[in-house]
């Protein structure tokens, strides 16, 4: 009996450890962690794609689920929603914060793709980013087929998901990423869409990690696979607090200030690196909240989309505003592309793949091309080139890019925010 009795004891003490984890990170659900999926809403979609292999090799964290609202559409913006599991869950997609803010997604008429990724004990960082970045790519290259709209794309997530998340808006075009005498290739060459763009429009980070480095649980050392001690610039490489720019996209942020697993302190660092660098970005603080606890009120669900919305409307404005100012026609959607620095796209029409950096579009595919710049306050830069059109003088802004070829006839690019 006192076997049994020792036997009891120790299977108590373990699922009190398990719910002291779910707790602590925000609802454990058997699958992996993840935000809070007790809420009485359900999402609803017209359809699921659900074990969509975002790579092509057949691995389970490889694997990715879609959902589209229910009001049918020919096209929807994009959601990429990623699961927080302290990057220790290679599969738990399913519990992806469905019934809070993926629910709260479909019904504002956002496509809601939730991803697995490779975890940390599957192999260490920078594994976690390539995975996400793939995904990116793989939803502009199947636009068609899941009818997205890849003229805005978001990265959503909690906690370790949201670190992710956070990492996609502020590495856009950033293939190394580096930090002194570190570095790590963040692109990846996952997949069958690598001409693809792995930039997003926005973010929406929930409870996240910004500075891995200040971070003080273990789960960290796993991720990075070295101790904190003398290894500062490897978990700068990690972390969105080291790629900030006033390039990055419009980031919305949410935290608990109970949070005792991720504090509140780690948004905080993030948000003040935005502000310098006049970034649009909006800290939503939660009274009360802990980690996936107390977060996801109907009022901090409405402030994410209505972010998000603004963002998306902002920038398509931002195109029409230009093309007014310059007194062009506004070209049509099938002929124009939304592009920013770090994209690639392929010009259609003139079958002309350009690739955007903050110093110029790159052209491939023709000997030479004729260019216009048109900027807001009407003024119009004209001239020829072979191989690339020159947007280092250029001052932030939005402009309209006009290329044309001999024979190929003529393509818009909607360049925004230099």
């Known amino acids: 009996m006192k076997r049994i009795n020792s036997i009891q004891f120790v299977l108590v003490a373990i699922l009190s450890a398990l719910t002291c984890a779910s707790a602590q990170w925000g609802g454990f659900d058997w699958g992996g962690f993840g935000g809070d999926q007790s809420s009485s809403t359900k999402m609803e979609y017209s359809e699921k794609y659900a074990d969509i292999d975002y790579v092509g090799d057949g691995k389970i964290f490889h694997k990715m689920d879609i959902y589209l609202p229910k009001e049918q559409k020919d096209s929807y913006p994009v959601v990429i929603h990623t699961y927080g599991s302290a990057w220790s869950s290679n ?33 260490i960082f920078p594994a976690q980013i390539q995975d996400l970045k793939a995904v990116v790519r793989f939803v502009r290259g199947n636009a068609d087929k899941y009818k997205f709209d890849t003229t805005f794309i978001v990265a959503s997530g909690f906690s370790s998901g949201a670190h992710l998340s956070g990492l996609l808006a502020t590495t856009c075009g950033v293939r190394e990423g580096k930090s002194g005498s570190a ?35 273990p789960f960290e050392e796993t991720l990075i696979g070295a101790k904190r001690s003398g290894n500062e610039d490897k978990f700068a490489v990690a972390s969105s607090t080291n790629y900030v720019d006033k390039g990055d996209s419009p980031i919305i942020l949410f935290h608990g200030t109970s949070d005792n697993v991720v504090p509140p302190s780690q948004s ?10 006049g970034v649009e970005y909006d800290y939503v603080k939660v009274s009360g909240g802990g980690h996936g606890v107390n977060m996801y009120s109907d009022k901090n669900l409405r402030a994410m989309v209505s972010f998000l919305n603004g963002t998306k409307e902002r920038a398509a404005s931002s195109v029409e505003d230009v093309a007014d100012t310059a007194n062009i026609e506004q070209p049509s959607q099938d002929s124009t592309i939304l592009v920013k620095s770090g994209d690639f796209a392929k010009a259609g029409e003139i079958g002309i793949l350009c690739f955007v950096s903050n110093e110029a579009v790159h052209i ?51 360049y925004i925010s230099k």
Request: glycine fraction near 8%; proline fraction near 2%; include cysteine.
């Open 91 to 123: 599969n738990s997609k399913g519990s992806a914060d469905l019934n809070t803010i993926c629910a709260a997604l479909l019904d504002a008429g956002y496509a809601v793709v939730t991803p697995n990724h490779r975890s940390s004990s599957d192999t």
């Open 268 to 277: 905080e660092e993030l948000v003040k690196l935005l502000e310098n660098a």
């Open 183 to 217: 570095s790590a290739d963040l692109e990846g060459t996952l997949g069958n869409y690598t001409s693809f763009s792995s930039c997003v429009n926005a973010a929406s980070v929930w409870s996240t990690p910004t500075n891995l480095y200040t971070m003080t649980n």
């Open 364 to 414: 491939y595919g023709v000997a030479s091309f004729s260019y216009r710049i048109f900027s807001m306050d009407g003024s119009v830069k004209s001239g020829k080139a072979s191989s690339f059109v020159d947007l280092s003088g250029l001052a932030p802004g939005t402009y309209l890019v006009e290329i044309s070829a001999k024979n190929r006839g003529k393509q818009i690019l909607k």
